[in-house]
């Protein structure tokens, strides 16, 4: 079965640094494009950024852009999002998930992994 | 971006009801919406994709409907576990957007 594994999270100081991790199994990661998804306290999911199954192209919405970098090693079936500069409304749970940068639908999710950013 | 707009926020309802949550996008995306379902706590879980196919393992007292900027998601019979929060997403541009959520409360 399809288990993802984030971890990373943790409490941060405005203007650090954070890097997530999220270890995949039960599908075939190397042909599968990935998805980081945020969810802040009490609110709605938005999109963060994704990256194709080669690690060629990758995406972010405009206010993370220039901030995080998302990679992954298909060697280690594993996605990362190297976040820098965090702002207090960085904080979230970050979720990844599987998926298509187009037409698709996220079908899986793991659990998720809670980035705080405060003084 | 395209919007996603829920309505209502939140709903009360009784076990046995039948719910309906719309979500409109701000322009057309022919059928690439996507339903979820939130629990306190827990990741989503996808229910309908594609406006109106359900999901392996997801009840059939769950069903979308919609095309274009209107669409539907229904819950037949509300049934205990059902009360949680659902989300919309579509899928037809980039970046995928989500609405806002729906809230369905015990009545």
């Known amino acids: 079965q399809v288990q993802l594994v984030e971890s990373g999270g943790g409490v941060v100081q405005p203007g650090g640094s954070l890097r997530l991790s999220c270890a995949a199994s039960g599908f075939t990661f190397i042909t599968s494009g990935m998805h980081w998804v945020r969810q802040a306290p009490g609110k709605g999911l938005e999109w963060v950024s994704f990256i194709r199954y080669d690690g060629i192209s990758k995406y972010y919405r405009d206010s993370v852009e220039g901030r995080f970098t998302i990679s992954r090693d298909n060697s280690k079936n594993t996605l990362y999002l190297q976040m820098n500069s965090l702002r207090a409304e960085d904080t979230a749970v970050y979720y990844c998930?599987?998926?298509?940068?187009?037409?698709?639908?996220?079908?899986?999710w793991g659990q998720g992994t809670l980035v705080t950013v405060s003084s | 971006d395209i919007q996603m707009t829920q309505s209502p926020s939140s709903l009360s309802a009784s076990v046995g009801d039948r719910v309906t949550i719309t979500c409109r996008a701000s322009?057309?995306?022919?059928?690439?919406l996507n339903w979820y379902q939130q629990k306190p706590g827990k990741a989503p879980k996808l229910l309908i994709y594609a406006a109106s196919s359900l999901q392996s393992g997801v009840p059939s007292r769950f069903s979308g409907s919609g095309s274009g900027t209107g669409f539907t998601l229904t819950i037949s019979s509300l049934q205990p576990e059902d009360f949680a929060t659902y989300y919309c997403?579509?899928?037809?541009?980039?970046?995928?957007?989500f609405g806002q959520g729906t809230k369905v409360e015990i009545k």
């Open positions: 998930v599987p998926g298509d940068f187009w037409g698709g639908y996220f079908a899986y």
């Open positions: 322009q057309s995306i022919s059928s690439y």
């Open positions: 997403q579509q899928s037809y541009n980039t970046p995928p957007t």
